[in-house]
């Protein structure tokens, strides 16, 4: 019998391409079996089709503490099973979490915020221009983007941002002990959930404040429910979108056709589309939507037995030349929206409005401005982020 092989696999030469085995597991053997760091052996799914009927299955459960449930690391598998958000749930838990915050992610609410991240955007623009050079842009621009905008949405002080930027980086590292792990939960929840009782006692304008009034004031949620929502918005709302932009900007100054293309452009419709292709190429979430059956069922071919884990592999799937032609090459004008970046099924990405506008300002401003940025140093010495669950870049040193 061969023995399953270890996930997640090792990347290639391409920083940008998913593990070279996945795409030998997609065409021979497209639901395989393999090994985690738990020694579980949970089922892979690697195909396009194969995985959105994954990702829309009732018999597949998202919950987290199901038995046979397949986390991706120890450290990870303790956060959850300390503070469980409504994405590890299934209905109607999930949709009672999920319909709290529909309306304030909703694209013609996120639209209105166009303006401020532009002048976001263009003001740490100017900030990278008038400091020295080379310069970190994931420091100057890519982190401090995503967070000021999420922080204003929340009414999370973005003075404190040393603080959650720390402690998220453990919430998502696959590193760090169970121990750690659970402690960077408790700084991160006591934190919010201390934030959330004062704007019950003096309301603001933001997110936070809207549920501490409807939600703690009247009993619906606790102080902590609700601090555990406000850190998956929190963790989620800056973590992906900087290592898009990070990521994304390496991708383009390494594929200079494609970078010629959207750099002069003021055309909102092939900016749009740029982004959506830049989410499919990248996949930052790189180890999988995480699932569990709850019943025997079939899926390309192969039984699965009630309790057994799978994983969807979305960036072996985004790659799949049955949904996209040429799919291991970057092409910023091909029609990409029904890519699997952002999940897909009734936990499909919530953010994901909020993220795609982000990216559209970013990509439409940042290369505009500064035509000449580079990297200062050659791709093959850049730290990706082999050890998160969010891929990336740790660091970006570039010049202009």
């Not at 598998?77 to 958000?85: D, G, N, P, S, T």
Request: hydrophobic content about 40%; glycine content about 8%.
């Amino acid at each position: 019998m061969t023995e399953a092989p270890s996930f997640p696999m090792t990347r290639g030469r391409c920083p940008f391409d998913p593990p070279p085995e996945l795409g030998r597991i997609r065409a021979d053997e497209p639901v395989a079996r393999v090994r985690l760091w738990d020694g579980s052996e949970p089922w892979l799914v690697t195909r396009y089709e194969d995985v959105r009927a994954v990702l829309t299955d009732p018999r597949i459960s998202a919950d987290s503490d199901r038995p046979g449930y397949p986390p991706p690391s120890p450290g990870i598998a303790a956060r959850r099973r300390q503070a469980k958000a409504f994405i590890n749930q299934d209905d109607p838990e999930h949709a009672a979490g999920r319909r709290l915050l529909t309306a304030d992610f909703v694209i013609k609410k996120i639209e209105r915020l166009r303006p401020r991240i532009q002048q976001i955007v263009d003001q740490l623009i100017d900030d990278l221009l008038a400091g020295p050079k080379p310069a970190d842009l994931v420091g100057a621009f890519a982190l401090p983007v995503p967070s000021l905008v999420i922080c204003e949405l929340l009414g999370v002080p973005y003075a404190d941002r040393a603080f959650f930027h720390r402690t998220s980086k453990t919430l998502i590292s696959r590193d760090v002990t169970p121990e750690q792990a659970v402690a960077a939960t408790e700084e991160l929840l006591g934190y919010l959930g201390d934030l959330v009782e004062k704007k019950a006692a003096d309301p603001g304008d933001d997110v936070l404040s809207r549920l501490a009034v409807e939600q703690l004031r009247t009993g619906k949620l606790t102080r902590r429910e609700l601090a555990a929502m406000g850190q998956l918005l929190l963790v989620a709302g800056h973590e992906t979108t900087a290592n898009m932009i990070a990521l994304g900007t390496v991708a383009l100054l390494e594929n200079p056709a494609q970078l010629a293309g959207i750099r002069g452009t003021d055309d909102p419709a092939l900016l749009a589309n740029a982004v959506e292709e830049l989410l499919r190429y990248l996949t930052i979430v790189h180890l999988g939507r995480r699932r569990v059956a709850t019943e025997d069922l079939e899926i390309g071919g192969q039984l699965i037995r009630k309790g057994e884990g799978v994983i969807a592999a979305t960036d072996a799937a985004n790659r799949d030349d049955t949904a996209f032609p040429a799919p291991d090459e970057l092409d910023l004008r091909r029609k990409a929206r029904h890519h699997l970046a952002f999940g897909y099924g009734v936990h499909q990405c919530l953010g994901q409005p909020l993220a795609r506008v982000e990216l559209q300002v970013v990509y439409g401003t940042l290369y505009r401005r500064v035509p000449t940025l580079a990297l200062a140093v050659p791709v093959e010495q850049l730290n990706f982020k082999h050890d998160m669950v969010v891929y990336g870049v740790h660091e970006l040193p570039v010049t202009w």
